[in-house]
Each structure stands twice: as C-alpha cells, then as structure tokens.
C-alpha cells in the first residue's frame, strides 16, 4: 500500500531555524511559487493545533511550565497536526510546508537541558521530512532582527532557564544554545543549509533550485511506522492496512 | 510516594482518600496528587465542537505534561519536605489504557521516563459492574470517552478488558499489591525493629 501511495503523495517540507532567520518569509514566497507550479501546498505552522494551542497559550501567559511540561505540551501539539493536518494532505497528494518541524522541538527542548534520547522518543514515530531547510543566521543576527521589531517573550528569549532578566539578554544567551543545536542536527539530520545572512531574493532561487534537485525519502524506507500507526488509529485515515502489532 | 493504580475512576479516588486518611492520623501529613491536577484535560473537554479530538498517542502525551505538572508541583515539594504523597492514578493506569489502545510499551516507558518510582503501588480492582451512567470521573474514562468520539477502531470493551489484564500482570508479578481496606492499616502501623 505504501509503495502505492509512494506515487501520488506530497512531499513534506520542512523550514527550520532561529527566530529572526527569515524562515517564515521564505516559506511563503515558497508556497506562493509551488501553487504558480500549479500544485496544492498546504501550510503548518509550529504550536499552532486548534486543540492544543490554547492549553499552551494560557501556561505560557502565566509562567508556569517546566521543560518537561513544555515539551510534551508541544509534543501533544505536534502529534495533533501531525496525524489531523499532515498526513491527510500528503496522502491526497498535496505539498506540505512546515514553518518550524520537529527539530525546533529538538534544538530548543535539548538547549533547555533535556536528554537528546529522551526527545527523540516523545516524537516517536518519526515522520521524516523529504527535504529540510535550515535558515543559518548568527546569534547576533537573530538577536538584532528580532530586537528591531518586538522584545522577545518569556519562552522565547528562554528566561525560564538562563535566569536572566533582561529579555533581550536572556535572548542572546538562550539562541546561542539553540543554534549549537540546530548546527549539530544540521549535520546529523542532512539539512539543506541557506545562508540567511544573504538577500531573500538569492535565499528564494537557491530554495527553488534545491527543490527541484532534491530527491524525495522514500516512506517504504523512512516512513513506514509512522504511517502504519496513523492507519492504524487516526479516524480520518484510509483503513487498509493491518494495525500495528506493538504489544 | 504511595501510587493508586485502577481504571475506574471512582474506585482509585476512593482508595486514594482513605489512604490519605489513615497516613494523616498516623503521621499529621499526606495528600492526594490527583490526575488532571494542572487543568489540561477539564480544557480539552471545552474545546470548540467541531475540532478533531485526540488520538491514543495524542492523549498520552497529555497525561504525561499533566504529570510532569504533579511532579513539579504536588510529588517532588512533598518528598523533599519529607512527607508522605499518594498519587492517584499514576503512570501504571495511564500505559494500561494506551497498551490497550495499540501503543507500543517500549514508547510508553520512555515517555514517563521522567517520573520517579513509587515506594509502593497499590492496584485498585475495577468494580464488577462499571457505572452506566457515563460520569467522567477519571483518566480512564476521559480517555475510552475521548477515543470513541474521535472514532478511534479500538472497541471500548476490549480496551477495558485488555487494560483489566495489564493490571493483573503487574500484580501477578508483585509490581503492584492488591488494595483492600486491611492495606490501609498495614500501611500506618508503626514499624518495630527487628534484631
């Protein structure tokens, strides 16, 4: 079935890097150019499931999650996307395009001092995404863009941890960490790195030319528990294949 | 760290209360670490209508950031002031009912990794009848409950039936002890030294 389906599904894409990298501006010029390619591209953001987002909007307001409740809490989020928004429009053959996927989960709960092996296995199955973009800036860089519009938030600028006052401080502290992260998974995971010091135009042509290059994860190979779990329980997905024998 | 462990709902608030009891008047402390303590479930139960529900994995995960949040705030605070803590229900409950439900054991014991181990566990049996009247008044049936309307395959009866028989393996092994009532007075008699 999945050798089948290999065909016809969409390919999953992921944009990932520090706040202020100019992911997001990426991925829209991206999705504006796949549907003038004339094909369906369909967005998810980070933290943004209409189920979990509210229950992580109300802790963060009021300062009350550990790193351990932070992560799950996110985990939660992600596996709702994952399994209601995600996998459908892969399967139906549509374009996804993460703005942040699971290794913003990776860099940032690990630069809050989690064990690596432990995160791995919350995110477990793992949904391997076909290409990975990840938007480079230095700390500095994130820093300024981020100062030059708003000052980072409680959670953002990681004061839960560095114990610093200052957002702005805190912010410089905690982004170096997450980029060491991000640097380590960069070369773990096999992104595709983007200079994001450079214009957004010459970032824009070196995305599309990556794309068009760039060769898919075959879910036979990469994917196969992750998309047998999902047939197995999701409600929405097609029910052809046996359930799982975990037990 | 006294852990309840059972898939009724009533019976493990139950035994959890007359636990508590009995380790107050022997000790002048104990309290009760109850699931849902940080909210996360009585807000799911609030979402919009409309919204597709959470799968098994999905419900884990929640339960788990709800214990981290009785960890953090009810377990660790307890232990460290030296006193005694009944968790009600604890992790045990929560893998019975997603093992029932198809998720892999090896997942479950990495998740609740981060919680630490229970001097005792107690397991409270089910009672013979299971209420009929559809109160949610626990994990266990917050969870059947969140599954069957999100249209999960996994049949309410079997998921009782195959978390029924998790339990009975833990205390076939003697990970957890049968509860009654005579465990409650076990538990608070003052110890003698033995020579």
């Not at chain 1, 549509?94 to 860099?107: E, G, H, K, Q, S």
């Not at chain 1, 940032?108 to 800036?137: K, N």
């Amino acid at each position: 079935m999945l050798q089948r389906r290999e065909a016809s599904r969409g390919l999953l894409v992921a944009f990932e890097g520090p706040d202020g990298s100019g992911k997001s501006t990426q991925r829209k010029l991206f999705k504006t150019w796949l549907k003038s390619e004339g094909r369906e591209a369909v967005t998810t953001k980070w933290n943004s499931s209409p189920l979990i987002k509210p229950l992580v909007k109300v802790r963060k307001q009021v300062r009350a999650l550990s790193p351990e409740e932070f992560c799950l809490l996110h985990a939660a989020d992600f596996r709702h996307r994952l399994e209601t928004e995600v996998l459908p429009a892969l399967w139906r053959g549509a374009t996804v395009v993460a703005d942040r996927y699971l290794f913003t989960a990776l860099a940032r709960d690990a630069a809050r001092g989690l064990p690596f092996d432990w995160l791995l296995h919350i995110y477990e199955p793992i949904l391997w995404p076909d290409i990975v973009f990840y938007f480079a800036v230095s700390p500095e860089t994130s820093g300024m863009r981020i100062a030059a519009t708003r000052e980072p938030k409680y959670y953002e600028a990681g004061q839960d941890i560095t114990g610093i006052d200052d957002p702005l401080a805190s912010y410089t502290t905690f982004i170096s960490r997450v980029i060491r992260e991000y640097e380590s998974l960069a070369i773990v995971f096999q992104f595709i790195t983007i200079d994001a010091e450079r214009s957004i135009d010459e970032q824009h042509r070196e995305i599309r030319e990556h794309f068009q290059q760039a060769q898919r994860r075959p879910w036979p190979d990469w994917n196969v528990e992750a998309i047998a779990d999902w047939l197995a329980r999701a409600p929405d997905a097609p029910r052809a294949m046996p359930r799982a024998a975990h037990v | 760290m006294i852990a309840v462990e059972g898939t009724s709902g009533s019976a493990v608030a139950a035994a959890a209360r007359s636990l508590a009891r009995a380790l107050h008047d022997a000790t002048g402390h104990g309290g009760v670490s109850a699931w849902d303590a940080s909210g996360i479930f009585t807000e799911l139960a609030a979402a919009e209508a409309g919204i597709a529900g959470p799968s098994a994995r999905t419900l884990t995960l929640l339960y788990a950031a709800d214990l981290a949040f009785r960890v953090r705030w009810h377990i660790a605070p307890a232990l460290d002031a030296g006193e005694s803590v009944v968790v009600a229900p604890y992790i045990e409950s929560a893998k019975a009912l997603s093992i029932a439900a198809g998720l892999p054991r090896r997942w479950l014991d990495e998740v609740f990794g981060f919680a630490p181990k229970p001097h005792v566990c107690y397991r409270v049996k089910e009672p013979r009848r299971r209420e009929s009247s559809g109160r949610q008044n626990g994990y266990s049936e917050s969870f059947t409950s969140a599954l069957v309307a999100n249209g999960d395959p996994t049949d309410p009866a079997e998921l009782r039936a195959r978390s029924t028989e998790y339990l009975n393996s833990l205390e076939a092994r003697r990970r957890c002890i049968r509860f009654t009532p005579g465990e409650v007075a076990r538990l608070t008699r003052p110890q003698t030294r033995r020579r």
